[in-house]
């Protein structure tokens, strides 16, 4: 994908407002992009973003072009959306290879197609960005149609709205002349339910499970381990760069490549401040008793903490649950955080207390023939879905006498 152009700009006037259609955020300020951001949320947020393009995170090296779609009211930013031409389909969470697969065995192109989405991110957040002191629908569908309108005229096979608010999806798929199709899958994710502390949290589970939970910490404190939590613009550079060191080791360890570089986690540390919490784990009998032996990466936005990346250069026991899971909802309890989305799959943490949530996404496929075997292919898949993360509440750790949010 030659990406000389990304600076260019498109633009669609319609009726009193301009939308472009840009490469880059460099030249839009951030306060006007964060204003649409309404639920906080931090992958939304200029910072966030831009910080990806600016580090080397995006481009040829991972097939993620940035789009951004910037609605204009007498030059004012009113709406936008974030969006990435791609040539492959690593790092969505919403898996289409075999979409893509079918293609390929029919002489035709999937890739490149259009991604509107956060990258390497599978949170769920809102995707057409409207200012607060507009109306929301009427600037959501102008954004949607104009998506529609640059993916057409480039050529591209399709438009993914991934990981899209309930709102959003009954916009972009619900009416008879709709042309996106609405797909749907499972995460887990824990609800504070105003615990006072992590006891309080543990008394509202069972029994076994209670213990369960108990004996996991108590494999990490039996071990000497000690556990820090700290935001990122605490950390010092060495400790930045300790932390990309783990989160590298991770696609060491399994599959793939790592896609951010250590010039975003240390841009995080500076521009994301308290938006950005580091979780260390420290070992006195390690020969290094003051590095870190594992830590874990979260980021809060709005009501919500989001886990995202992990790693460790020793294993111990239950060291993962205990820097991924439990030090974040300490985390949310001590800190009035009403919700904690740990990150994509997992069936594991159901009985730690993350509960089945259907995710959702919208599909804009433009081959006719395609657009009618993935319809058929979601309207098979919907129902398992549904029934699968339905049946996983069974095993949730809660007593039955505890009412879940």
């Not at 069936?347 to 509960?355: A, M, P, S, Y």
Request: hydrophobic residues 35%.
């Amino acid at each position: 994908m030659d990406d000389e152009n990304s600076n260019e700009t498109d633009s669609y006037p319609t009726d009193g407002v301009q939308i472009e259609v840009r490469g880059s955020l460099g030249d839009v300020a951030a306060t006007d992009w964060n204003a649409l951001n309404q639920d906080g949320n931090p992958f939304l947020r200029f910072e966030f973003l831009h910080s990806l393009e600016a580090t080397g995170c995006l481009g040829e090296v991972t097939g993620w072009y940035p789009r951004y779609f910037l609605l204009f009211e007498n030059k004012e930013l009113i709406g936008g959306a974030a969006a990435y031409i791609k040539t492959n389909s690593y790092g969505e969470f919403v898996f289409d290879w075999a979409w893509a697969d079918a293609y390929q065995r029919h002489d035709e192109p999937y890739y490149p197609k259009l991604v509107v989405g956060i990258p390497f991110t599978p949170a769920t957040g809102p995707r057409l960005l409207v200012r607060e002191d507009q109306p929301w629908e009427p600037v959501a569908r102008l954004l949607s149609r104009a998506i529609l309108q640059f993916a057409d005229s480039e050529s591209l096979s399709s438009v993914h709205h991934l990981f899209v608010s309930e709102r959003e999806q009954t916009l972009l798929c619900d009416g008879d002349n709709a042309l996106h199709l609405a797909r749907i899958d499972c995460q887990y994710h824990w609800s504070n339910a105003d615990y006072a502390s992590f006891d309080d949290f543990l008394a509202a589970c069972t029994s076994r499970r209670r213990k369960t939970l108990k004996r996991e910490r108590r494999h990490v404190s039996d071990a000497g381990l000690r556990l820090e939590r700290r935001f990122g613009e605490s950390l010092s550079e060495d400790e930045w760069a300790d932390v990309h060191r783990f989160y590298c080791s991770t696609f060491d360890r399994k599959w793939g490549n790592p896609s951010l570089t250590l010039a975003f986690f240390k841009s995080m540390g500076a521009t994301f401040g308290t938006h950005t919490l580091i979780v260390f784990a420290y070992d006195p009998s390690d020969e290094t008793p003051d590095r870190p032996v594992a830590c874990s990466v979260m980021f809060q936005g709005g009501d919500t903490l989001y886990g995202r990346y992990w790693g460790c250069r020793r294993e111990y026991h239950s060291l993962h649950f205990e820097a991924c899971y439990y030090q974040g909802i300490e985390h949310c309890i001590e800190h009035g955080i009403q919700h904690f989305e740990p990150g994509a799959q997992g069936e594991h943490k159901i009985t730690r207390g993350f509960q089945p949530t259907l995710t959702r996404s919208a599909h804009a496929v433009f081959h006719s023939g395609f657009r009618d075997a993935i319809e058929n292919f979601l309207k098979e898949e919907r129902p398992f879905v549904q029934q699968r993360c339905s049946g996983l509440t069974d095993l949730l750790p809660f007593r039955q006498d505890v009412t879940l949010t």
